[in-house]
């Protein structure tokens, strides 16, 4: 069973910068990747970013494209997200995720691609 430990979160006024961290308990081995996803009150969980360690891939959302930086530190088992520029538009619930098995990079986009989720952090953005 892989453990999600996230930490990271904050308040934070726009155009400031965050890192969240999601370390895991699980030995990373090839093929497998990692998930960030977000959910604003009253609003669906959405995709925000996505990294593969095996042939590398990173995506990200449209909406976190050029300000939000995913990253990995494979001799720490953890996965970064840098977000930079923050907007109020990025406040809400933070989460890390592992998919099950070695999904495509465009399956990564998917919440249901995950079966293993962090227990979420509040980031706030506010003037």
Excluded: H
């Excluded at 959910?39 to 969980?45: D, E, N, V």
């Excluded at 042939?55 to 959302?61: E, F, L, N, T, V």
Aim: aromatic share 8%; charged share 20%.
């Amino acid at each position: 069973q892989v453990e999600m430990i996230e930490s990271g979160g904050g308040s934070v006024r726009p155009g400031g910068s965050l890192r969240l961290s999601c370390a895991t308990s699980e030995r990373t081995s090839s093929g497998r990747a990692m998930g960030w996803f977000r959910q604003a009150p009253g609003k669906a969980r959405e995709f925000v970013a996505a990294i593969r360690w095996s042939s590398p891939s990173i995506i990200y959302a449209d909406s976190v494209k050029g300000r939000f930086t995913i990253s990995r530190d494979a001799a720490k088992n953890t996965v970064f997200l840098q977000m930079n520029n923050l907007e109020p538009e990025d406040t809400a619930v933070y989460y890390c995720a592992s998919p099950r098995g070695n999904p495509i990079v465009s399956a990564l986009r998917s919440a249901g691609t995950y079966d293993i989720w962090g227990q979420g952090m509040q980031v706030t953005v506010s003037s």
